[in-house]
């Protein structure tokens, strides 16, 4: 079955498979990976995880922490099939590289440990895989492993994912003894030789011989009970027969009503030829997905509004025509349309990498990115086998190539036909829920990190840059705490820049608590020439935070001309920059300008606004001022049988719960915590729920700090 790889050989369309490997961290993705790309030829090596030698763990920052960081594409032939695959993270940090991926994927295969089964990003990434409906199978990896029970992982997949379970194979042996399968469906033996890489096939082994029987008609029992095709021939016959049971597999999958499970341990070598032949037998061709809609017909910019067309008919009720929505068949004949789903900044340039859903490409066509108004030149067309790239004329439907020469386009956008043009939904991006300040240590290297960052976040949606207007800090936002480290070491290793890292501080503000009434200032200044000369008077008191700042003038009888109050209230305004405490803004008072005096020749609105700022700072300072500091409502979901301690790390975070839910098995808490607080806290709730928890936070206004709060001055 073993084939060598040719990556210009044209597949028909019902031959291509695009199909990603999902998977908690350590069950063994990049493993199965490696053995897939071995057994069909495209590599001559078998790569290891913990040698570095992996041919998708390609990045310097992978191999040293031996986990995968970044979705890599690669391509293989496998029966005469083209089989397009997308090795993914597993670390919960890295979630948005998984929810991209499966925008452009049509189907999946999702691994599992024998002995943890369904593990907690197992699950997440199962949940994402729900949103776009990416028909999947399943993969017990890890049968070698002591404590490795197959009938244990199938009932947490049952019982985690809610899915029904089609087991298809019985293991050989058990634990350091597993040796092969028994293949349920043609009931025959597969097992494999120490040290070799063939399957030796057989007859079902004598000893297993009635288990094989009992599961191939649980099997029968269970596909009958969802298929009607498979009732009726069960019905009719004393079971179903092999041609007929396939074909049933095939629709359950499709459909997403169940999920066919093998077994295996990829780093022996074992299990992975059928593997191959469950991805070409039950996962679905580019023909077999639905046309792929359009967002809206247009350019985003033109995007016509959600009322429907209206045509008027005489004498008749008005006739209402919806705006057709635009499907794109996966039809090479097709006018051409591509989802961008990753960039990659390559040392030869960058990189664009696409799903083509209709059409053809080819070098130098021109095509447009459509939700931008931006036309791009395609220079050349790479099929990609992770850091490696073989040039092709050109992709067709069904593709995933990467192309060069598109200076612009981002993750999530539309290249298709200048012609025919249309926006393709792009995936999801998550908001960032960890934040860290970063500067560069050089006094020269600011514009240098900028650009960097840019790049950065280009390449990754998930990682966010802002300035902290307040602070002035660079602040970079990410999905986790190692998602930042790895951003932060891709600054020092490809860019070359050496910069300090630190938790961003948290924008405080101040308020009055007890005003003054009748403060006195009088602003004189005689240094020769023109002086200045403002004499105001004013009531300070409080008014609720959130209320702002407000001025007002009583003076009468022309004590301070009009020209002058205004004066005085921008020199207010000013004063309100920096608080008496720790020189934060200052919120949440009135001011009333009750009398004034002027010179006829040394007043001057410049004076007057000098006399407003200093005026309110001493009457700050005179007052009871209060810190306030920002709120974050926080969803937290985490399973019932944590919450106790989530309720309770929320209460040492000077956290008030506000209300809680119980939804299937897991509990929504709401709460509002300091925002201060909230560092950090990613992480501990990961670790309190196992990986299972997740959390939302959206800004909830300020309000007194009460208790202890850090980072309090600047």
Request: proline fraction near 6%.
């Given at each position: 079955?073993?084939?060598?790889?040719?990556?210009?050989?044209?597949?028909?369309?019902?031959?291509?498979?695009?199909?990603?490997?999902?998977?908690?961290?350590?069950?063994?993705?990049?493993?199965?990976?490696?053995?897939?790309?071995?057994?069909?030829?495209?590599?001559?090596?078998?790569?290891?995880?913990?040698?570095?030698?992996?041919?998708?763990?390609?990045?310097?920052?992978?191999?040293?922490?031996?986990?995968?960081?970044?979705?890599?594409?690669?391509?293989?032939?496998?029966?005469?099939?083209?089989?397009?695959?997308?090795?993914?993270?597993?670390?919960?940090?890295?979630?948005?590289?998984?929810?991209?991926?499966?925008?452009?994927?049509?189907?999946?295969?999702?691994?599992?440990?024998?002995?943890?089964?369904?593990?907690?990003?197992?699950?997440?990434?199962?949940?994402?895989?729900?949103?776009?409906?990416?028909?999947?199978?399943?993969?017990?990896?890890?049968?070698?492993?002591?404590?490795?029970?197959?009938?244990?992982?199938?009932?947490?997949?049952?019982?985690?994912?809610?899915?029904?379970?089609?087991?298809?194979?019985?293991?050989?042996?058990?634990?350091?003894?597993?040796?092969?399968?028994?293949?349920?469906?043609?009931?025959?033996?597969?097992?494999?030789?120490?040290?070799?890489?063939?399957?030796?096939?057989?007859?079902?082994?004598?000893?297993?011989?009635?288990?094989?029987?009992?599961?191939?008609?649980?099997?029968?029992?269970?596909?009958?009970?969802?298929?009607?095709?498979?009732?009726?021939?069960?019905?009719?016959?004393?079971?179903?027969?092999?041609?007929?049971?396939?074909?049933?597999?095939?629709?359950?999958?499709?459909?997403?009503?169940?999920?066919?499970?093998?077994?295996?341990?990829?780093?022996?070598?074992?299990?992975?030829?059928?593997?191959?032949?469950?991805?070409?037998?039950?996962?679905?061709?580019?023909?077999?997905?639905?046309?792929?809609?359009?967002?809206?017909?247009?350019?985003?910019?033109?995007?016509?509004?959600?009322?429907?067309?209206?045509?008027?008919?005489?004498?008749?009720?008005?006739?209402?025509?919806?705006?057709?929505?635009?499907?794109?068949?996966?039809?090479?004949?097709?006018?051409?349309?591509?989802?961008?789903?990753?960039?990659?900044?390559?040392?030869?340039?960058?990189?664009?990498?696409?799903?083509?859903?209709?059409?053809?490409?080819?070098?130098?066509?021109?095509?447009?990115?459509?939700?931008?108004?931006?036309?791009?030149?395609?220079?050349?067309?790479?099929?990609?086998?992770?850091?490696?790239?073989?040039?092709?004329?050109?992709?067709?439907?069904?593709?995933?190539?990467?192309?060069?020469?598109?200076?612009?386009?981002?993750?999530?956008?539309?290249?298709?036909?200048?012609?025919?043009?249309?926006?393709?939904?792009?995936?999801?991006?998550?908001?960032?829920?960890?934040?860290?300040?970063?500067?560069?240590?050089?006094?020269?290297?600011?514009?240098?990190?900028?650009?960097?960052?840019?790049?950065?976040?280009?390449?990754d949606p998930s990682l966010s840059v802002r300035t902290d207007p307040e602070t002035g800090q660079t602040v970079l936002s990410g999905m986790g705490e190692l998602h930042?480290?790895?951003?932060?070491?891709?600054?020092?290793?490809?860019?070359?820049?050496?910069?300090?890292?630190?938790?961003?501080?948290?924008?405080?503000?101040?308020?009055?608590?007890?005003?003054?009434?009748?403060?006195?200032?009088?602003?004189?200044?005689?240094?020769?020439?023109?002086?200045?000369?403002?004499?105001?008077?004013?009531?300070?008191?409080?008014?609720?935070?959130?209320?702002g700042f407000v001025f007002r003038s009583t003076v009468t009888g022309g004590r301070v001309p009009r020209e002058y109050v205004g004066a005085v209230e921008a020199g207010?305004?000013?004063?309100?920059?920096?608080?008496?405490?720790?020189?934060?803004?200052?919120?949440?008072?009135?001011v009333t300008l009750t009398d004034g005096a002027t010179h006829p020749k040394d007043s001057s609105e410049m004076a007057f606004r000098t006399a407003g700022r200093l005026?309110?700072?001493?009457?700050?300072?005179?007052?009871?001022?209060?810190?306030?500091?920002?709120?974050?409502?926080?969803?937290?979901?985490?399973?019932?049988?944590?919450?106790?301690?989530?309720?309770?790390?929320?209460?040492?975070?000077?956290?008030?719960?506000?209300?809680?839910?119980?939804?299937?098995?897991?509990?929504?808490?709401?709460?509002?915590?300091?925002?201060?607080?909230?560092?950090?806290?990613?992480?501990?709730?990961?670790?309190?729920?196992?990986?299972?928890?997740?959390?939302?936070?959206?800004?909830?206004?300020?309000?007194?700090?009460?208790?202890?709060?850090?980072?309090?001055?600047?």
């Amino acid at each position: 079955m073993r084939a060598d790889l040719n990556r210009n050989h044209l597949v028909p369309l019902t031959g291509i498979r695009n199909l990603g490997i999902l998977a908690h961290v350590d069950a063994g993705k990049t493993t199965v990976t490696e053995r897939i790309l071995y057994l069909a030829g495209a590599v001559h090596r078998r790569g290891e995880v913990h040698e570095g030698t992996t041919v998708t763990d390609f990045d310097p920052l992978e191999r040293d922490r031996g986990i995968t960081i970044f979705a890599a594409a690669v391509s293989c032939l496998w029966d005469g099939h083209r089989i397009n695959l997308i090795d993914t993270p597993g670390h919960v940090d890295f979630s948005d590289e998984v929810e991209r991926s499966l925008r452009v994927l049509d189907g999946a295969v999702a691994v599992f440990d024998a002995v943890a089964g369904v593990e907690p990003q197992s699950e997440s990434v199962w949940r994402q895989a729900d949103r776009y409906g990416v028909p999947r199978i399943a993969f017990v990896n890890k049968m070698d492993r002591a404590g490795a029970d197959l009938d244990t992982a199938v009932a947490s997949i049952r019982e985690r994912l809610r899915v029904t379970p089609l087991v298809v194979q019985l293991p050989i042996g058990r634990e350091d003894g597993f040796t092969g399968v028994v293949d349920l469906l043609r009931m025959r033996s597969l097992v494999w030789d120490a040290g070799r890489d063939t399957v030796t096939e057989g007859p079902v082994p004598e000893a297993l011989g009635d288990e094989a029987r009992r599961r191939r008609r649980l099997l029968e029992e269970t596909v009958a009970e969802l298929h009607p095709a498979a009732l009726e021939e069960f019905c009719a016959r004393p079971g179903i027969s092999t041609p007929t049971l396939t074909a049933a597999l095939r629709d359950l999958t499709l459909r997403g009503e169940a999920v066919v499970v093998l077994c295996g341990s990829a780093y022996r070598n074992r299990g992975v030829e059928p593997l191959l032949d469950a991805v070409v037998a039950y996962l679905p061709a580019p023909s077999d997905m639905p046309p792929v809609r359009a967002a809206w017909d247009g350019p985003e910019q033109e995007r016509p509004e959600q009322e429907p067309l209206v045509q008027e008919r005489p004498e008749q009720e008005p006739l209402v025509q919806e705006r057709p929505v635009q499907e794109r068949p996966a039809d090479p004949a097709a006018p051409f349309a591509a989802l961008v789903f990753k960039v990659h900044a390559a040392p030869t340039g960058r990189l664009t990498y696409l799903r083509v859903y209709s059409g053809t490409i080819r070098r130098g066509d021109v095509v447009l990115d459509a939700g931008a108004r931006r036309t791009e030149r395609i220079g050349r067309i790479l099929r990609v086998q992770a850091d490696r790239h073989t040039e092709t004329d050109r992709a067709t439907a069904g593709d995933i190539v990467a192309v060069a020469g598109v200076k612009a386009a981002r993750a999530g956008a539309t290249l298709c036909a200048p012609q025919a043009p249309l926006v393709l939904e792009p995936p999801v991006t998550a908001s960032p829920v960890v934040s860290v300040a970063v500067e560069p240590r050089g006094s020269g290297d600011a514009d240098r990190l900028a650009t960097a960052l840019a790049r950065l976040s280009d390449e990754d949606p998930s990682l966010s840059v802002r300035t902290d207007p307040e602070t002035g800090q660079t602040v970079l936002s990410g999905m986790g705490e190692l998602h930042l480290e790895v951003a932060v070491e891709k600054l020092r290793r490809a860019h070359g820049l050496d910069v300090a890292v630190g938790r961003p501080r948290v924008a405080y503000r101040e308020t009055v608590v007890r005003g003054v009434s009748g403060l006195l200032y009088r602003h004189v200044k005689q240094d020769g020439g023109a002086g200045q000369f403002a004499h105001v008077v004013l009531d300070v008191e409080p008014l609720e935070h959130d209320a702002g700042f407000v001025f007002r003038s009583t003076v009468t009888g022309g004590r301070v001309p009009r020209e002058y109050v205004g004066a005085v209230e921008a020199g207010c305004r000013d004063a309100l920059a920096e608080g008496p405490l720790g020189g934060h803004p200052v919120t949440g008072l009135r001011v009333t300008l009750t009398d004034g005096a002027t010179h006829p020749k040394d007043s001057s609105e410049m004076a007057f606004r000098t006399a407003g700022r200093l005026a309110l700072r001493e009457a700050l300072r005179a007052g009871e001022m209060a810190l306030l500091e920002p709120l974050a409502e926080v969803t937290v979901t985490v399973p019932d049988d944590a919450v106790g301690g989530v309720l309770g790390d929320l209460a040492a975070r000077r956290g008030r719960v506000t209300g809680s839910a119980a939804r299937s098995g897991t509990v929504v808490v709401t709460a509002t915590v300091p925002l201060a607080e909230l560092f950090g806290y990613a992480t501990r709730l990961r670790g309190r729920t196992q990986g299972r928890g997740a959390f939302t936070s959206r800004p909830a206004g300020y309000a007194r700090v009460t208790g202890a709060a850090p980072d309090l001055m600047r």
